[in-house]
């Protein structure tokens, strides 16, 4: 049975493992594309078990809780948004946090807290404003630690990058292009990936937000090299949580 330890290194909120990276893990042992839906928070520097059900699913157990869920997908999105990488750049300038402000300062992904080459520091921002349809963007240029053993960027990485700045998107209003701050949690991540880039190749993320009902929240996301080629698209479903919640101090 295979296991699955979640680096500290690897945090969303301070005690348990960024969504996107973990859905990727869990991925790796589905074919193609891949839905993967998060349970209970994931425990950090714990050995986790991945089981192969009867009916073809994978599920990421704690003992016998179950962490995560995955299945094979198709992932279609409706559309995908471009951004070239001058666009992307100029994005991050208008991210909706200040780094002092930023909700969880130490997330692998979007933690301005996190040095360079041990987070991504992925920190999307407004690419532009259409009445019914913002999107954001950031560059990401993955460090040589996040390579495989093929020298490509691993896919978790990947699943990662898609990952936060999809949340980010999911709290921007469709209609008024304002941006609200409430706490979410990543609940379910669908992914495709067309292609792995090497690292130092630039990239480029766009991500836009697609409905809201009740308290989920759902996203979509983009990862294009500098040429502007398809690596990855991926869809998301968030969940708006207390902020006590999102930091882990309760169930």
């Known amino acids: 049975m295979p296991q699955i330890i979640i ?3 690897f945090c969303g ?7 996107g990276y973990v859905c990727g893990r869990l991925a790796r042992h589905i074919s193609g594309g891949a839905e993967v839906t998060l349970r209970a928070p994931p425990p950090l520097d714990k050995p986790l078990d991945a089981v192969a059900t009867d009916d073809g699913t994978w599920e990421l157990r704690d003992g016998a809780k179950v962490v995560a869920t995955g299945r094979a997908a198709s992932v279609e999105l409706a559309r995908v948004e471009t951004a070239s990488l001058q666009e992307a ?9 200040k780094p002092h402000e930023h909700p969880l300062p130490n997330c692998f ?17 407004s690419l532009r404003r259409r009445a019914q349809s913002p999107v954001l963007a ?4 993955p460090d040589p630690n996040l390579a495989a053993e093929d020298g490509l960027v691993a896919p978790e990485f990947l699943w990662s990058a898609l ?17 609200d701050k409430t706490p979410l949690l990543l ?3 669908s992914a495709r990936i067309e292609a792995r880039p090497r690292p130092g190749d630039h990239c480029i993320i766009t991500a836009w937000p697609t409905g809201r009902d009740g308290r989920k929240r759902t996203a979509e996301a983009a990862l294009h090299d500098e040429t502007g ?23």
């Open 163 to 179: 990952d936060c700045p999809t949340g980010f998107a999911c709290n921007c209003d469709q209609q008024s292009a304002t941006f």
């Open 89 to 97: 750049r100029a994005a991050e300038l208008l991210a909706p946090f």
């Open 138 to 141: 950031a560059s990401w240029t």
């Open 7 to 9: 680096d500290k290194r």
């Open 109 to 125: 992904v979007c933690g301005p807290a996190r040095a360079k080459g041990d987070g991504l520091r992925i920190f999307a921002g």
């Open 229 to 251: 080629k398809l690596l990855a698209v991926a869809r998301m479903t968030w969940i708006a949580v207390e902020r006590e919640v999102q930091l882990g101090r309760t169930s």
């Open 187 to 189: 609940g379910r991540m």
């Open 13 to 19: 909120p301070p005690n348990s493992g960024n969504g």
